[in-house]
């Protein structure tokens, strides 16, 4: 089956700098890559997806790439402000279905 | 258009009891999901339901668990005789199609004491 690999665990950025969270899967058959935003105590939200056809996409300060030969993909936060503190999950999905496997998290901080 | 609607928000039960939590996807949604999610950790799929069918439940333990999607009403997720183990912050999904985005619900928050 499907393995997501989240990296780092924790991120501590300053406001105003970037922060950049990696993840690898496994299932070479997977095409549907989201990225999920969760608040202590509340839902997954979802921030931004991409799927296999486009190698980038970007939505005002959040992006995603997407490399398929080496089954990783990447989300970027730039001029992070203090309300992007938050845990967030990538995931992949598998087979046709919107089933999703999910990385461990990255509990990213951005201090004043 | 209401989002996924899951209750109860917070449940409680003593050992050996029996949890229901139900979930209400998004009007037009026929796809719900159900994903489990331990304390710290992330979210681990539990089951794939259409209505009136289970498509996988490839996630969810032999035992004690299981789920169905009626024609009329929601999507329940039942665990009979819960241990302590079982507590944790239960999430439901729903999506229009296949391969298309999922939108989650607040959760059940199942307590075992």
């Known amino acids: 089956g499907e393995n997501v690999e989240q990296h780092p665990s924790t991120l501590s950025v300053q406001e105003g700098d970037s922060a950049v969270i990696k993840c690898t899967y496994s299932?070479?058959?997977?095409?549907?890559f989201p990225w999920y935003k969760q608040e202590l105590g509340k839902r997954p939200q979802l921030i931004i997806d991409?799927?296999?056809?486009?190698g980038e996409k970007k939505d005002q300060r959040i992006a995603v790439t997407l490399n398929k030969t080496a089954k990783h993909f990447s989300l970027h936060i730039t001029e992070t402000q203090p309300e992007d503190s938050a845990v967030y999950f990538c995931?992949?999905?598998?087979?046709?279905?919107?089933?999703?496997?999910f990385g461990t998290g990255t509990r990213l901080q951005v201090t004043l | 258009n209401a989002g996924v609607m899951q209750n109860p928000r917070h449940l409680v039960r003593r050992r050996g009891q029996e949890a229901r939590l139900r979930c209400s996807p998004m009007?037009?949604?026929?796809?719900v999901y159900w994903y489990r999610q331990l304390p710290e950790e992330g979210l681990k799929f539990m089951v794939y339901?259409?209505?009136?069918?289970?498509?996988?439940e490839s996630g969810m333990p032999k035992e004690r668990f299981s789920a169905e999607f009626p024609k009329e009403g929601p999507s329940i997720l039942r665990i009979q005789q819960v241990v302590r183990g079982d507590s944790a912050a239960y999430f439901c999904?729903?999506?229009?199609?296949?391969?298309?985005?999922?939108?989650f619900g607040q959760g059940t928050r199942l307590t075992v004491v």
């Open positions: 995931a992949a999905n598998t087979g046709t279905a919107s089933k999703l496997t």
């Open positions: 991409i799927r296999s056809n486009v």
């Open positions: 299932d070479s058959a997977s095409n549907y």
């Open positions: 009007k037009g949604h026929s796809h």
């Open positions: 999904a729903s999506s229009p199609g296949e391969l298309t985005e999922a939108f």
């Open positions: 339901l259409q209505k009136e069918n289970i498509i996988d």
